[in-house]
């Protein structure tokens, strides 16, 4: 890597040329806006560890069946979480990487060891 190189990556977004940051800034405005709820980071939280069902994710919410579904219905039209039939039950999971990155990064930042406090 040269030292052009490496001031670019410094620069990290700052370095895209202008048009293009306000694409991906609109992309990003809109992804953190589909995050930007109790409900569903919490969601999205318990699919990290893994598939679960709308009534598992009742139980674990402490939340009605139907502001459940309602909050799983906006993950996956925003295309962060996906949904397969398993007999009756359907499972939903994550589907975005990059939602599995945020939420490692939300628990390393709010409530891992060193986000508490």
Do not use: N, W
């Not at 589909?34 to 709308?54: D, P, Q, T």
Request: with cysteine.
């Amino acid at each position: 890597m040269d030292g052009s190189e490496r001031d670019t990556e410094r620069m990290g977004c700052a370095a895209l040329p202008a048009d293009e940051m306000a694409a991906r800034a609109a992309d990003a405005a809109a992804f953190l806006k589909a995050l930007s709820h109790e409900g569903r980071l919490m969601i999205l939280c318990h699919l990290s560890s893994g598939e679960r069902s709308v009534t598992e994710l009742e139980e674990l919410l402490g939340a009605r069946q139907a502001a459940v579904s309602q909050q799983l219905a906006r993950l996956r039209a925003e295309g962060l979480v996906s949904a397969r039939r398993d007999g009756k039950a359907i499972l939903y999971s994550i589907r975005d990487p990059k939602a599995g990155a945020i939420m490692a990064l939300v628990y390393d930042l709010f409530c891992g060891p060193q986000g508490q406090g």
